[in-house]
């Protein structure tokens, strides 16, 4: 039997419901956790390349306070890490302004949250307050 070259025209507009229902649910999840993903995986690189010299490298601190724990000098929100590492401190904390693209802060930043209650080996004691 030859099948008319039209009736993919004809079916298209149920092609395009099948489709998009599909993307609708679980689709859509995947593209959210795999851009996550990206992120993260960014953010660890810049923290592995820049920060684990003073912060150790797995946050557990040496020079640099753990960033693991709940306890911050100096806050514990997205945009007080965003802000400690876009202008650093006079207590040791370089300034990455001229350093880092805003991506990277933003995502180093995001993993830097996300190692929140890991317990790394040798992990350096409280420093500040309990957030
Ligand atoms: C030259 C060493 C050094 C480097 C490199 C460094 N830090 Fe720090 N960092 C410090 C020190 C020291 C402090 C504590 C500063 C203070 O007490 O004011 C600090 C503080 C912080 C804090 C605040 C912690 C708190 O308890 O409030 C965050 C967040 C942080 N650093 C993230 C980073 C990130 C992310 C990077 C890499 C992009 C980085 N640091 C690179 C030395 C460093």
Redesign the pocket.
């Known amino acids: 039997m030859k099948i008319p070259k039209y009736i993919f025209l004809v079916t298209l507009p149920f092609q395009w419901i099948l489709l998009s229902g599909n993307s609708n649910s679980t689709r859509g999840d995947e593209r959210i956790l795999q851009a996550d993903s990206f992120h993260l995986g960014n953010g660890k690189k810049?923290?592995t390349a820049?920060?684990s010299?003073?912060?150790g490298v797995a946050g557990q601190g040496s020079?640099?306070?753990?960033?693991c724990d709940k306890?911050?000098?100096?806050?514990?929100h997205y945009h007080?890490?965003v802000h400690?590492?876009k202008h650093?401190?006079?207590?040791?904390?370089?300034s990455?302004k001229h350093k880092?693209k805003h991506h990277d802060?933003r995502d180093?930043?995001h993993?830097?949250l996300s190692l929140q209650g890991s317990k790394p080996a040798n992990a350096k004691a409280a420093?500040?307050k309990l957030h």
């Open positions: 810049v923290f820049q920060c010299g003073c912060h020079y640099g306070p753990n960033l306890y911050w000098i100096h806050g514990a007080n890490i400690i590492i650093g401190t006079s207590n040791g904390m370089t990455f880092l802060v180093v930043a993993y830097v420093e500040g």
